[in-house]
């Protein structure tokens, strides 16, 4: 990523670039404009239907698709009658999205970026059935965090997972290997957890037990003892340093600087039905991840989905790392984090830039969840559609479409560096993997 890029996304929060990105001192970027002739209802035409039915997870990136409801931007955008319905598990999003509306299930979600492919080439479905999806927009960048039990404090694991390593051998030579949780296998954090691992030398496959916990159920497993560690998105690994169960070892932005992390994404047979629909829908949550990105607007947004209704959980346990101010629970504690999560960034973090979705593939095939032959880019072609997002992003002041569907090459903490005009090489840089 360039220098320039890298700056902006970071410093995205000060209430300077986001007035400098609205119209006006007195304006913020979430004062997007109402569709007009010349956006997303072109020639006045309007959504095919009013209705949608959108999954989420709680988990603060799941912010956009509750504050559009909350806030009325679906409403705004002509898509009066969308449901935004709370899913138990990243299993039940997916069960649910085969099921679509009309059988009682969903439309879209809130979703781990890997997902859609994973669904769309029958991967993880029921009898290996394929259901088609696309990815609309990307939904967030980085604060996801991969959290340790209060047992290993003293051995001061961080971004670097290399002082695990001896203890999780000696555990599994006794029989009693370490369990290590994520929340869908081939899902985002189920590869930054992977990556944190092979970096060390820890094998995710043989050196420990890797487990299936639901994100709102992973700070009560810990507390029982049922797992050493674990990957999962906000507001989990805050509440987990807040009850002094366990400590954050790094924040996800640590392994790779502005990551991308949660999409929004709908059935294809939904959106090719209701193209029009789809753009509104896309229209009204970059709007909101405008409102999430706005400094002004956090507690707000803490408020808000902290309530019974979304998450259930107080908003201290949010509001924080939210912000930007992380307490690690092990003696670190960092001011205005550069790890915080990013909604918007002018439309940068929004746009569901292809190379980022080929990195998640070529993790996937890494790790054995997709066939070492299988044609990456022809599965990008049909499942992301940044061409839709373009499309829409007309509707909304202050969103910029970049030049390209390439971010270019991206560098991680350990050196390896993934070239997206070669992603061949990148697998051939690494140690520890399982080709399919």
Known sequence: MSKDLSTFLTSGLSRRTVLRAGAGAAATLAAARVLSPSGVFAQGAGPETTKATLGYIALTDSSPLIIAKEKGFFAKHGMTDVQVVKQASWGTTRDNLVLGSEGNGIDGAHILSPMPYLISAGKVTQQNIPLPMYILARLNYDAQAISVGSAYKGLKPTVDATPLKDEFLKKKAAGQQARVAM?????????????????????????????????????????????????????????????????????????????????????????????????????????????????ANKEEVAKTVGTRAWFNVPVKDIVGRLSGVYDYGDGRVVENSKGLMKFWGGGAVSYPFQSHDLWFLTEDVRWGKLDAGADLKAMIAKVNREDLWREAAKAVDGATAPASTSRGVETFFDGKTFDPENPQAYLDSLAIKRLA
């Open 183 to 295: 929340t869908f296998p081939g899902g985002t954090h189920d590869l930054w957890l992977r990556y944190w691992l092979a970096a060390a030398g820890i094998d995710p496959d043989k050196d420990v037990e890797t487990i299936v916990v639901p994100p709102p159920q992973m700070v009560a497993n810990m507390k029982v003892g049922t797992m050493d560690a674990f990957c999962v998105g906000e507001p989990w690994p805050g509440q987990l340093v807040g009850q002094g169960i366990g400590f954050t070892a790094c924040n996800t932005s640590e392994l790779w600087e502005n990551h991308p992390e949660k999409s929004l994404a709908m059935r294809a047979s939904w959106v090719d039905k209701h193209p029009i629909a789809a753009k509104a829908i896309l229209a009204a949550v970059m709007e909101a991840q405008a409102f999430c990105d706005d400094p």
